[in-house]
């Protein structure tokens, strides 16, 4: 039974396509998170949802869209995607924000823009 | 969110102590420290979390010294499958400040 899955696990697609991942946590967890790692493995965050309201959004490029259809989900939609977009890209979640829970993360979808 | 410094890189052998030092200089009185650990291809799984003084689970220990200003992760006799990287967080929660800043993390390697 996986916590929190994502879909695809790898994606390689072509500059100027837009592309979305998917992204399911089954812990009933009120807060979800997408994260990039680049190819240096720095881990960045992107964005927070809490209860479908964004909470954080790092200045990340506006061709990156969150979409909470519901608590349990939150997908990443990505327009005219760029060579810098390659990288891996984890989606996780977290009981909530006012007290020090753990994240929980996913596998990973490894994007590769071409 | 204070900035944390810690090895790039250690190695150990199987069965040893391996201990992790992280500083934190600038940690705020309402910082938590967490650690992290990230095998190749998977995301981050949490390891353990403190506040002050001392934490123990079945993974690993957490030590905080009184001031707070580094922590040290003990992993007690270490085995291959240990192998990975392994991240020192520290930072504040409640509202808009539930985000995780990932340095750049010391990668363990653990030789037989």
């Known amino acids: 039974d996986t916590a929190v899955s994502q879909t695809p696990k790898y994606l390689v697609t072509q500059m100027g396509n837009d592309k979305s991942i998917k992204c399911e946590q089954n812990?009933?967890?009120?807060?979800m998170y997408w994260y990039k790692q680049d190819s240096k493995k720095f881990l960045k965050i992107m964005f927070s949802y809490n209860n479908k309201e964004l909470i954080i959004n790092e200045t990340v490029p506006n061709r990156f869209s969150p979409k909470s259809p519901d608590k349990a989900h939150l997908n990443l939609h990505i327009n005219s995607l760029e060579l810098g977009d390659s990288a891996v890209y984890f989606c996780?979640?977290?009981?909530?924000?006012?007290?020090?829970?753990?994240?929980?993360f996913g596998p990973g979808t490894r994007l590769t823009v071409t | 969110l204070a900035k944390t410094t810690q090895p790039i890189s250690m190695d150990s052998y199987e069965g040893q102590e391996v201990n992790i030092t992280c500083s934190h200089n600038n940690i705020a009185t309402n910082d938590y420290i967490t650690w992290y650990q990230q095998f190749p291809s998977q995301g981050p799984r949490f390891i353990i979390q403190g506040y002050k003084t001392k934490v123990t689970n079945e993974v690993a220990s957490l030590f905080i010294p009184a001031d707070r200003k580094s922590s040290t992760l003990s992993l007690p006799r270490v085995s291959l499958s240990d192998t990975a990287v392994y991240y020192c967080?520290?930072?504040?929660?409640?509202?808009?400040?539930?985000?995780?800043?990932f340095g750049k993390g010391t990668k363990l390697s653990v030789k037989p």
């Open positions: 996780a979640s977290s009981l909530g924000t006012n007290e020090p829970y753990e994240q929980y």
């Open positions: 967080l520290v930072g504040a929660y409640g509202g808009s400040q539930g985000n995780l800043i």
């Open positions: 812990l009933g967890h009120d807060t």
